[in-house]
Nanobody
Framework: QVQLVESGGGLVQPGGSLRLSCAASGFTFSTSAMRWYRQAPEKEREFVAHINSLGGVTNYADSVKGRFTISRDNARNTVYLQMNGLKPEDTAVYCC???????WGKGTLVTVSL
């Protein structure tokens, strides 16, 4: 079955960096686009970033553009989210998504605070 397992979250100060990872299994990873979403407390889930199957096409939410970078390693069945210049408003549970059909990981918590 499809499994998506996120890691790399934690507590970081404003301006800091984190790299999230999502290890995928149960499907042909190299032929699937992948996405990151996030959900802040008391807010709806929002799109963060998208990467196509070969990694040559990426898209970002305006709120993270220029600060976050999505990438993937098809040999390791892993998608990454490099987050730089973190702000308190980036605090959320970050989830990995395989679209069409949708599968979701359980998420990893990122907290940006002094």
């Amino acid at each position: 079955q499809v499994q998506l397992v996120e890691s790399g979250g934690g507590l970081v100060q404003p301006g800091g960096s984190l790299r999230l990872s999502c290890a995928a299994s149960g499907f042909t990873f190299s032929t699937s686009a992948m996405r990151w979403y996030r959900q802040a407390p008391e807010k709806e889930r929002e799109f963060v970033a998208h990467i196509n199957s070969l990694g040559g096409v990426t898209n970002y939410a305006d709120s993270v553009k220029g600060r976050f970078t999505i990438s993937r390693d098809n040999a390791r069945n892993t998608v990454y989210l490099q987050m730089n210049g973190l702000k308190p408003e980036d605090t959320a549970v970050y989830c990995c998504n395989k679209p069409l059909p949708d599968y979701w990981g359980k998420g990893t918590l990122v907290t940006v605070s002094l």
